[in-house]
């Protein structure tokens, strides 16, 4: 099996060194870890739509720079800093999943950083 991790080498707010990889892909599997809508190491100004636009961005661009598509995933962890965001949440979500949205888990949770939004996903794209 052959194992790849993307970001490894990032920084985190304050220029901090993760301990985790932004993803890691084994066998065809991408395993992305929690993004949320940060830029340049700052979580972005605004409320649930902006914080989760962004926070797919950052999901995307790491799908891609693997070689993956939204069409990919297969599941998603979804984490809410308030419950009421729900429907809002779920609204925008759709526009970038559509008709074939992947398995999901939505819960609440206190964020580790001053956010609405954290998302993880698992792709699955066959070998070549």
Request: net charge negative; charged share 25%.
């Amino acid at each position: 099996m052959t194992i790849k991790r993307y970001g490894a080498e990032k920084a985190g707010a304050g220029g901090q060194r993760l301990p985790f990889a932004r993803a890691v892909e084994a066998d065809g599997w991408l395993y992305v870890s929690g993004q949320v809508a940060m830029e340049d190491g700052e979580i972005i100004p605004g409320g649930i739509i902006e914080q989760t636009h962004k926070t797919i961005a950052n999901v995307i661009a790491i799908l891609e720079e693997a070689g993956y598509g939204l069409e990919h995933v297969v599941r998603c962890g979804v984490w809410l800093d308030d419950p009421r965001d729900f429907w809002t949440f779920n609204k925008i979500y759709q526009q970038y999943f559509g008709e074939h949205p992947p398995a999901r888990a939505c819960v609440q949770a206190s964020m580790m950083v001053d956010c609405k939004v954290e998302i993880d996903c698992v792709a699955f794209k066959p070998s070549t």
